[in-house]
């Protein structure tokens, strides 16, 4: 390694002018792809599970929103235990073991037990987002650590949006069992790929405290009045996020619609606006407050999720574009604003915000579930008013933090 990079590193981080930052960039983003992947995967065939094991689609909306609870224990846990562990022996264990439950649901045929292996794999899922972004935060040089996010971040829309792509039109095409065998086979390359690229941390230093003081210095995030607006933006963005994306499937098929699960499918890859988004973030922070971006693509967001409701099919895909393009900018500018706020602890700071996030996810799949049973689509977009709070909250609160 050239002296000059060794310095960088040992002083201040990793630099884009350094082949270690790309390095751990690629490596992140393979992992995030394989992560999100696990997750979402499951979402476009809901309605395969319906027919096939003879449950409601509130029911079958378990096959996600479960892995999102498991992944909330499993943020707690390894936020905590990042800290003391270390990132990087942490995410190369729990990728594994999130990727072998892949090889196993396609031969089972009892319902609970396919939902016993989603809670199983989401569980190990949380191990990377708990010690990605607090990995990025150590080993890349400060003014980088916005750079490092926003590529974190879009990996993790890739990644949700190639599971659901994948599975949804190889299901169609053959079977869900073989799509999934397909997804486990890519993801063993991708794995291996992983491995041989993340840097070791250089700048990590373990916690020494007693767990029970460690978890204490965890927790009193809580009461930071700076981040308790983010974690409530967490938990409202991807309520109404998920809750879009969930119930999107049955609201195509349906009147007027009538569209097939192949067809369906293509509206995720709204989600690549997550790559747009998320290096989008990152450059406007640079320039504007974060209150001005926050009401900016909130109000982007909330246009994008109103006009799903318009009868047309264009009309949809293009209002889920401009959601998944609000929604990736607050979630990056939140991320980073976690991760700049802890003063401590910043991979449980960073596991308390995704809970919130993923609180989001879980309700989203399957508290919305009543609302679709009462009022259709309607219901399900009504929640997107929870995000208005949050923007009036962060206006205040973030009004002088660039």
């Not at 997750?39 to 096939?52: G, T």
């Not at 509130?58 to 936020?79: A, E, K, M, Q």
């Not at 729990?94 to 031969?107: A, D, K, Q």
Request: aromatic share 14%.
């Amino acid at each position: 390694m050239a002296k000059a990079e060794h310095d960088i590193k040992g002083e201040t981080g990793y630099t884009p002018k350094d082949k270690t930052f790309w390095m751990a960039i690629v490596a992140l983003t393979i992992a995030s792809f394989m992560t999100f992947s696990n997750i979402y995967m499951v979402q476009p065939i809901l309605p395969q599970f319906v027919e096939e094991f003879d449950v409601n689609a509130t029911v079958s909306s378990l096959l996600l929103s479960l892995t999102i609870f498991s992944l909330i224990l499993g943020l707690l846990f390894f936020g905590l235990m990042s800290d003391r562990w270390g990132r990087v022996a942490l995410m190369k264990g729990t990728i594994l073991l999130s990727i072998i439950p892949l090889l196993i649901i396609p031969f089972l045929e009892s319902f609970t037990m396919i939902l016993i292996l989603r809670f199983i794999q989401g569980f190990f899922a949380a191990g990377l987002p708990a010690a990605a972004i607090a990995y990025i935060g150590e080993e890349f040089e400060q003014r980088s650590v916005r750079i490092g996010i926003s590529f974190y971040i879009a990996s993790n829309a890739v990644g949700g949006m190639f599971g659901r792509v994948f599975v949804g039109y190889l299901t169609e095409q053959t079977s869900w069992q073989t799509a999934i065998w397909f997804l486990f086979a890519i993801e063993t390359v991708f794995f291996l790929t992983f491995l041989f690229l993340l840097p070791k941390s250089k700048r990590f230093e373990p916690s020494q405290l007693p767990v029970k003081e460690d978890l204490s210095m965890m927790f009193v995030h809580l009461k930071n009045r700076n981040l308790i607006p983010a974690f409530y933006m967490g938990v409202v963005i991807q309520l109404a996020f998920t809750g879009v994306w969930t119930y999107l499937p049955f609201y195509l098929m349906g009147e007027p619609y009538y569209l097939s699960i192949g067809t369906i499918t293509v509206a995720y890859f709204a989600y690549g606006m997550g790559l747009v988004g998320s290096p989008l973030a990152s450059k406007l922070s640079l320039t504007f407050d974060l209150s001005k971006i926050i009401m900016i693509s909130a109000a982007v967001m909330l246009t994008g999720i109103a006009v799903t409701i318009l009868p047309a099919v264009s009309l949809v895909y293009t209002g889920l574009i401009l959601m998944c393009l609000g929604f990736f900018v607050i979630h990056s500018m939140m991320a980073w604003l976690v991760n700049q706020q802890a003063t401590h602890h910043k991979g449980g700071a960073s596991s308390l915000y995704l809970v919130s996030y993923y609180v989001g996810v879980s309700g989203g799949g399957t508290i919305t579930g009543l609302l679709w049973s009462r009022w259709g689509w309607i219901g399900v977009i009504s929640l997107a008013v929870l995000v208005l709070p949050g923007v009036w909250w962060g206006k205040r609160t973030y009004l002088n933090t660039n």
